[in-house]
């Protein structure tokens, strides 16, 4: 059952990001992004990370392609942008680098991990122990991880201190 | 079960499909979209990798991984807006000098 599962939301998910990449225009880039983004959430839930699925949509889905829809609209950019208007070289070269990079990984993936399983307990453990993915996450988040979770919120107050001072209209270039 | 494996296979493909896009596209914005996928390939990874481990720290790390990607985009996205305020244009062949 799991297994016939991740195959479909696997085929699926190649297929929205391979239309996303080569999709013409921006607004149907964002859109099949979005599908993606809900594969992934699929995938979480069926590798156990009920927690992080949720998040996944509401975050990603939710937050940042709202943020990025929101951008093209703003911007006018939504009109189809002709590939590859001047290197047309540039196609052929990424291509075939990424097919490289495919290559190296699935090596690397094929030698190192295929023979035999890791692990010998399973996660369930873990979680039933803590009550529940959400528990158990947080239970790491809260003790071991006290510290990475305090900076990130640093980094997103920088963050948005940041996109503020970025996109804010300077007055003065303007009345010039 | 799906074995290790496949996943590890799969999230080199998306990440393969966006580091392609990334050096394709020429509209800023799809690039930021192809960083996105890049980042969501590595978390399925760290997912995979937290199960067959039986470790919740890969959940956890996924947590970190997205909030440096939401504040990434909302600080790459400011930075395209102020550029398309000076140039008129997002199309990364134009964008070619550090300082208007």
């Known amino acids: 059952m799991e297994g016939i599962v991740f195959y479909i939301i696997a085929i699926i998910t190649i297929i929205a990001s391979l239309r996303m990449v080569m999709g013409r225009n921006a607004v149907h880039s964002a859109i099949w992004l979005v599908l993606v983004f809900f594969c992934f959430g699929g995938f979480y839930v069926i590798l156990q990370a009920e927690f992080v699925a949720a998040v996944q949509v509401i975050v990603y889905a939710g937050a940042i392609m709202v943020l990025f829809l929101f951008v093209i609209m703003l911007l006018r950019v939504d009109r189809a942008e002709e590939l590859l208007s001047r290197h047309r070289i540039q196609r052929w070269v990424g291509v075939i680098l990424g097919i490289a990079l495919l290559s190296g990984i699935g090596v690397t993936v094929m030698v190192n991990i295929l023979p035999g399983q890791l692990g010998s307990k399973s996660l369930e453990e873990t979680v039933i122990k803590a009550g529940g993915n959400t528990q158990a996450v947080a239970e790491a988040l809260f003790t071991d991880y006290l510290l990475p979770f305090e900076a990130t919120s640093v980094l997103l107050l920088a963050a948005i201190v940041g996109a503020v001072v970025l996109a804010k209209q300077k007055r003065e270039e303007k009345e010039d | ?100």
Not at chain 2, 36 to 52: H, T, W
Not at chain 2, 67 to 95: H, P, Q
Request: with cysteine.
């Open chain 2, 1 to 100: 079960m799906v074995p290790l494996s496949h996943y590890l296979v799969l999230s080199a493909i998306l990440f393969t499909l966006g580091v392609i896009g990334v050096v394709v596209r020429r509209n800023a914005i799809v690039i930021f979209m192809c960083i996105e996928l890049m980042l969501n390939a590595v978390n399925l990874s760290f997912i995979a990798m937290a199960r067959n481990l039986a470790s919740i720290e890969g959940q956890v790390i996924v947590l970190f991984v997205m909030t440096v990607a939401a504040a990434e985009a909302a600080v790459g996205l400011a930075i395209i807006v102020s550029i398309y305020r000076t140039r008129e244009t997002i199309n990364v062949d134009e964008i070619n000098l550090l300082k208007w």
